[in-house]
Structures are given as structure tokens and as C-alpha cells.
């Protein structure tokens, strides 16, 4: 089962929920959100609550929502979670982003055709290995990426996610910097030297 992030306004439930909320009294609000976006949703272009009766209860807020003061309040308090969620987000990025100009680890993604993620540290891969070879190889005998994807296809090689061979996942394996030492982050190269655990 894949989490969905609460301020995420297309998850199932949500959605359920505001197709449903014209038969409902009001709907109850554990905890103010950060996304402004959700109160469109909730309210008439007016700022009067659609379908629901008298609106909207908070159980940990006092706020009426029928009043143009309730409403005031209630943007007011979404803005400051908002501002909240927004520099968190700054700050985990960059810390992100240090590390991936210093050191050491590596940051989130996917292990590369050739290697594996292993506690932290990317470790080859042998069996893949020969295969990104195989490629470099290819590429060095002066064939295109398309007749490098076919040729790859043909004999029967797939790639990491066991997917077939096309001309753009083949100039990814090219271009990746990490088959020349280094490693890649948004854009920060950094020698993979420093992928220490």
C-alpha cells in the first residue's frame, strides 16, 4: 500500500469526501491544514460553506465558518501552517543539499544499473556490471542509441526494472556520471570518493 500525504488534496478519501458532503450536516476538522488550495473546495466562490449546512467544526479551533470573521480567521491560521510546512521544507533541502556537495552518503534514489544500495553505500553490482559495459562498449563502436536499444532487446537484456531497452534509457546510462566516479544530486556533482557511511 503506497502513503498518501495528508495535504494531498486528490487522495481517494478527500475526493470521496467532497463528492459526498451535500447529504452531511458538516464535516469535522481534526487539524487545520496548510494547503489554502482546500478551502475552494469546501466553500462557494462567496466563502459560504457548499452543501454542508452550517459548515465546517474544528476540534481543536473555535471558528465559525459561516461568518465572514470565521472565515478571516480560519485563512489566517491555514497561511501560518502553510508558512510552518514551506520553510521545514526549506530547511530539509537544504541540508540535502550540503550533504550532497560534502559528503558523506548518498542521498534518496534509485541504485544504478551496476550497483546496489547497501546500509547507505553503493556497492557494484558484478552481473549488472557487465552489462553497462556492454553498453559503453556498444557506444564505442560507434553505434547509435536506438541501434544500441534494439541490439540490447534482441539479446535478450533487460533493464534494472526489467523493462525493455529504448534509445533514452540507454543515453541515461551514458550520461550518468556516477559510471565515471562521481556522484549526482539536483544538479551537485561530487566525486563518489566521499560515499562514506
Known sequence: MTAIRGGNIRRPAYQKMIQERDGWDAILVIKMGSDPSE???????DGQPRGMGEGLRFCHESLDTSTAMGRFVM??????AQLESEQIGERVYMGMSQKAKQGPGILGFHPPLGY????GRLLPNED??????????????GRTLEEIAVGLNEDGYRTKRDT???????????????????????GIVRPASTNRS
Not at 75 to 80: C, L
Not at 116 to 119: H, K, L, M, P, Y
Open 75 to 80: 485563512d489566517i491560521i491555514q497561511r501560518i
Open 116 to 119: 546496489d544500495i547497501v546500509e
Open 164 to 186: 525493455e531497452w529504448t534509445s533514452t534509457k540507454v543515453y541515461r546510462i551514458l550520461r550518468n556520471p556516477i559510471y565515471a566516479g562521481f556522484l549526482r544530486w539536483d
Open 128 to 141: 549488472e556490471a557487465a552489462l553497462v559495459r556492454e553498453i559503453f562498449s556498444r557506444c564505442g563502436m
Open 39 to 45: 478551502c475552494p473546495e469546501l466553500h462557494g466562490h
